[in-house]
Each structure stands twice: as structure tokens, then as C-alpha cells.
């Protein structure tokens, strides 16, 4: 593909808008504030608590659009009398994608840094990489701040708190001034969008449970100390922000020192849970009772849970929510193999359905469709060797039940 120079589009008289690139001679630019980005990073850093500050900067002796983020950054370290530096990085790492050797040797030459504010969300995945070679802890040791927040720093584990660059308002807003100029009107020569700061995991490590819809737990982290103190902060920070609660008992007596312990964790979770799954053998163990409804019913007078789902293996499954109750037979296949993974798999089916209708809404004929949805993902599981990889796409469930 050959390019075309900036003159030869002058010369054919064609309007030339860029997107965060400024040409003296173009026609327009749009661009994100670049400033404001790196003063939010800087910010946000110094309020987690870093005071050893970095900024990953653009191409030595190139003119990019991460120098203004650079700026920013300055700016308010130096507002703040933080320490910090900023570092540019050569073209074959910015032509070749490739990060990690430099990022490494940054962060060897400089322990004590406990902030970095990277100019991309791609150094910042891959700053993540080499931190978890080296052993250094991200949020606890370093804390980083990516930019563009692109697809890949929600799919990075712990998600990049990153500033989110307007892409498509800025799109829309270059296709808008390019149609104005080809109809002879006069557009500006700059135009800036705003950036906003999207903060995730690299930051701030409870930002994921604050902005959770649902909060699923079980007592597999409630055995012993000190996941069951983590466990039960992590429920109080996801209800404080407003999520719902989740929670399958899913007892393995092996790893209790006592089931009297195991109770006790269990019933605590069913104090705090706005949904319960529950298999047939727990609510027998839990409640005493071999009548499902009767054992229902005790939980309901103790617990005043909105919603009970009760798993049944073979016999189906039933949802109490309020007075209503719904029953579902299950889907018996002779090419069964295992039933690993089933009751897992019919939990998340009927989250995914809480996710999408709510609880309050839920009448007899959704309890009985959500029920249908996920017995028959279970149904399918136990035709394969796995459990949590092997769970079915919703398109294929839906094929299953037709």
C-alpha cells in the first residue's frame, strides 16, 4: 500500500482531518486531552499512596501525542513534591510491539518505584507480565495506570486502571468535521475531547467487588483463617456497593475440621445472601428435613432469602421466590460420563438469568423458564471430561432445547 503525503492531498484539494495527530497544514485534528490524561494518572497514583512515581513515555526525539501526557504528569508530581521520572522508549519497541526487556530492566534499576503511568494499555499488560516474573505484586507493591482503555485492560488479571480515551466520540466527531470541510465550511484546526479515568484492579484491588452486580461465594474460602476474614470482607465491600449476593454452600466435609464449623460458616452465609443454590443432600444436612419444601420453609422463616434454588441431580430442580414456586425435571442423557461441574453450571445459568430480569420480576413462568435454561446446561456438562471449560455457550443450550 503506497502512502500519501500530506501535500499531495493539498495539492488535490481535499479536506484532511487527522485523529491525535496535528498537522500544521491539515485541515483539522482531533485529539483527546492528552494533559488532563496525564494529570488524572498522576493524581490518581499520588491518592493510592505512591510517592516513586514513573511515566513510560513515547519514542525518544519523536514528536507523539504522548508527550502532552508526559506534561500532565510533570505537572502535578511536581505540584506535589513527588518524586518521579519520565521515561521514553526506542522506535524498534514501539514498531515491534515488544516491551518486556525494557520493563524488566526499568523496574530491576528502580525498586523502590511504586507507581507507573504507562502510555498505553498494551505496556501496561505487558508491565504486568514482567511484574508477576519478577514477583512484584500489582496493586500491593506497584501500582499502574494504562491509557486508551482499549478491550485489553478489562481482560488482564487484575484489570488496568487506565484513562479512557473517547474513541468513538472522537471518530464521530472527525467524520462530522471532514463532511463540514468538503461542504466549504471552515472547521477548527483543533478539536480536544476529555479523558476520564476508569479505575480497575492495578490500582486499587477492591475496585472489582464495588463494581460487581453479583457477588457469588461458597465456603470453600470459609474453612479456616485467613481466607474466611477475606472472604467475609470481600462480601461486606461488594453489599456496601450495592451487589447482589450469591451463595452455594457446596460442602466438602474433608477439608472441615468439624461440621458444627461448617454449619456455623454455612448459616452465616445464608444470613447475608440474596440467592441461594442449594443441592438436595445440603438442605437435608443443613435443615434435617427429607421434604425439600419443608426445609425450604425453615430457611425462609429463618433467613428470609428472596430467592432458594434447589438443585436435585436427577430429580430436577425447583426456585422459591416469594410465594412462588416453580419445578423443573431434569435432562437425563444416556451419554452421561460424569456429573462433575453440573450443579456449577446450573448455578451460573440462573445468575446469568438473574442478570438479565432481575429477582423482583420474577413470576412462576420465568422461575420455570430460567430453570428449563439451566437444567439443560447442566444436562449437557455431564457429557463431557471437565467441568468449568467445558460449560456450554448459551447459543448451544438454546439448540438443546429446541
Known sequence: MQTVGVNEFQGLNVPLITIEQFLENGTGAVECDNIQGGCLAAAHLIAQG?????????????????????????????????????????????????????????????????????????????LLRVCAKLGRKVPEQLKIVGFDDVNIASMTTPPITAIHQPIKEMAATAVELLVRAGEGQVVPSRTTLPVSLVVRGTTEREQILKDTRIFHFGTLSMTDEPVRSATRHAIETAKANGAMLSFDPNIREPLWQSMEEAKRQTAYGMEVCDVLKISDNEIRWFTGEEDFDRGVDQLWREYHIPLILLSMGSGGSRAYCSSRRAEQPAFIQAGTIETTGAGDTFG??????????????????????????????????????????VMPEPEEIQAFLV
Open 50 to 126: 505512591c510517592r516513586h512515581l514513573i511515566h513510560i513515555s513515547g519514542v525518544h526525539e519523536t514528536a507523539m501525542p504522548a508527550d502532552e501526557r508526559a506534561a500532565g504528569f510533570r505537572e502535578v508530581c511536581e505540584q506535589k513534591n513527588v518524586q518521579y521520572q519520565v521515561v521514553g522508549t526506542h522506535a524498534y519497541e514501539y514498531n515491534h510491539l515488544e516491551y518486556h526487556e525494557v520493563l524488566e530492566q526499568l523496574l530491576l534499576q528502580h525498586p523502590d518505584t511504586d507507581g507507573i503511568f504507562a502510555s498505553s494499555d498494551l505496556i501496561a499488560a505487558q
Open 348 to 389: 451460573a445459568c440462573c445468575l446469568h438469568y438473574i442478570l438479565e430480569h432481575g429477582v423482583a420480576g420474577l413470576g412462576t413462568t420465568e422461575l420455570e423458564e430460567m430453570l428449563r435454561f439451566a437444567n439443560a446446561a447442566a444436562s449437557i456438562v455431564t457429557t463431557r471430561r471437565g467441568a468449568l471449560r
